[in-house]
Structure formats: C-alpha cells, structure tokens
C-alpha cells in the first residue's frame, strides 16, 4: 500500500538528548515536510525539501536538523538545543509539480522529552 | 506575516444538527485554501478551494471560498458524532518556495449524540 510512515509511535527521551524521527514514504512525491503540533494548536512548519539532497527552514527550525539523502525519506533530529521537544510530530508530503497541491500526512510521532 | 484564523476554537453540538467553520487568512500570493480533517493522528484532507464562491462538496459536508473577504467557511449538515474531530484549514502561498502551508490553530468540534 502507498503511504507515509512515521516510526516510532510514542518517544521517550531524557533532556539533554537528541533524537531522530523516522518519516518514509513511497508515494513517488518530490516534496516532505516536518509540522510539530502542541496540543489545542494548529500545525507549525519545522522543515521542508523539494528535491534530494535539498531542504529549507520553515518557521521553527531552531533546534531542529533533517537531511533529505533519498527521495524516500527525511529523517528529523530533534537536538538539545531545542528548548521546548515535548509535541506530536508530523511527516507530510506532496507532489511538487503539477496541480495537485494537498499534502499527504503520516501517523505521527508523540515525543516526550522529561 | 502569513496568518490564518479559524473560529470558533471548539464547539459542541447534538447529532442532526448544521455547523459552520470559519477560516480567514492574510496573505500575500493566496494560491488555495485547504481543509484537513484530524481525528486522533494524521490530517486528512477535506477539500481544496482556489476560485471565489464557487461551492466544493462531499456528502454532508461543503466549503467555499471568498477571495474578496479573505475567509473560507466549512458547513457540516446533520452531524453526526463520527464528525467529532478538529477541522484545520491552511492557505498556500504561490511561489517558489515549494507547496508550504500554513495552517490555522484549528476548531475542535464535538458531536454529542
């Protein structure tokens, strides 16, 4: 089945660590983002890549690094510099081109940093 | 700086009953405005709107576009408590920084049977 695929579900991590997240997708789509959610909030934009090896900062990109070496895949890095880890976090992505612009959204990731 | 604002911020109603959501947005280059559907995880999309009063429906649910007041509204007739879910809506930017969204803080809707 096509689709995104955010692993783990649930994260727990001490303060002080990094940690990745995990988004894949096999939609054959240019585009994937990473949204970190708190709660009663809407979505805020942490990262974005359009192609392989590209990617740019989105609105909250402070603490945060991914890496786009594959179509298929763009791993997130929560560092400890990020003063606030503790969100649901969302892997999405899109065609680039063409006139489809909705984005496809993964399961996501709860991460709590204690 | 891009805004979008839904209302209200929640809101419960009976099953049978109709709603209206709002979303208003300030942006520069509006391309199109997109509704998610998120119940416990992932959004799912709704709905993309791009031209002005034209009406985009699915079943009990529809939406429409006022590019002129700068909002959007989501109608869900005779609701039932599977529509229970927070609504998100979004506005994308034309230009060339790829398909970004913003995305509003969302409506949190409650169906009681």
């Known amino acids: 089945d096509g689709g995104i695929t955010q692993s783990p579900k649930y994260l727990f991590r001490k303060e002080g660590q990094n940690v990745t997240l995990s988004c894949e997708q096999n939609?054959?789509?240019?585009?994937m983002y990473w949204y970190r959610q708190d709660p009663g909030q809407g979505l805020r934009l942490i990262y974005y890549?359009?192609?392989?090896?590209?990617?740019q900062k989105g609105d909250i990109a402070e603490g945060y690094s991914v890496s786009r070496e594959k179509k298929e895949s763009f791993p997130l890095t929560v560092t400890s510099a990020q003063k606030n880890p503790t969100a649901f976090y969302l892997c999405?992505?899109?065609?680039?081109?063409?006139?489809?612009?909705?984005?496809?959204f993964g399961p996501g990731t709860r991460l709590t940093v204690t | 700086e891009d805004k979008v604002v839904q209302s209200p911020l929640s809101l419960v109603v009976h099953e049978g009953d109709t709603v209206t959501l709002n979303c208003s947005y300030e942006?520069?280059?509006?391309?199109?405005l997109l509704w998610y559907k998120q119940e416990k995880k992932a959004p799912t999309f709704l709905f993309m709107l791009?031209?002005?009063?034209i009406e985009k429906k699915s079943g009990r649910l529809s939406s429409i576009l006022d590019k002129k007041e700068l909002f959007s509204i989501l109608n869900i007739t005779a609701t039932q408590t599977g529509d229970s879910a927070v609504y998100l809506c979004a506005q994308k930017k034309d230009n060339n920084a790829g398909n970004m969204l913003t995305f509003g803080g969302g409506t949190r809707l409650m169906v009681k049977p």
């Open positions: 942006v520069t280059n509006f391309r199109s």
């Open positions: 791009t031209s002005s009063g």
């Open positions: 939609l054959n789509h240019d585009a």
């Open positions: 890549s359009q192609i392989v090896n590209d990617f």
């Open positions: 999405a992505s899109s065609l680039q081109t063409g006139i489809t612009y909705e984005q496809y």
